[in-house]
Nanobody, 118 residues
């Protein structure tokens, strides 16, 4: 299986930028996609961004388009999420996700808190 560890979260002021990292370990050789979801209090988990591992094509949710960049370091099995111009509505627990191209199984990180204060 795959283990995912997120880092880089915390408290940030509105308008600032933040970069989250997610490092994968274990059986990472079959990675299809890696990405990020988030869940705010009282809301369902929602898609934020994802990247196709082979080729690096990114996908973004409408809520973050224009101020979000997802990238990867293939050698380190790590995906990054850069969020600019942070807003209070970005406050959520962010979860790293990876999907196997072989089994089509999803793996999740433990989640990391991002709090945007006014």
């Amino acid at each position: 299986q795959v283990q995912l560890v997120e880092s880089g979260g915390g408290l940030v002021q509105t308008g600032r930028s933040l970069t989250l990292s997610c490092a994968a370990s274990g059986r990472t050789f079959s990675t299809n996609t890696m990405g990020w979801f988030r869940q705010a209090p009282g809301k369902e988990r929602e898609f934020v961004a994802a990247i196709i591992w082979s080729g690096g094509r990114p996908y973004y949710a409408d809520s973050v388009k224009g101020r979000c960049t997802i990238s990867r370091n293939v050698a380190k099995d790590t995906v990054y999420l850069q969020l600019n111009n942070l807003k209070p509505e970005d406050t959520a627990v962010y979860y790293c996700n990876t999907r196997s191209r072989v089994t089509r199984s999803n793996y999740w990180g433990q989640g990391i808190q991002v709090t945007v204060s006014s």
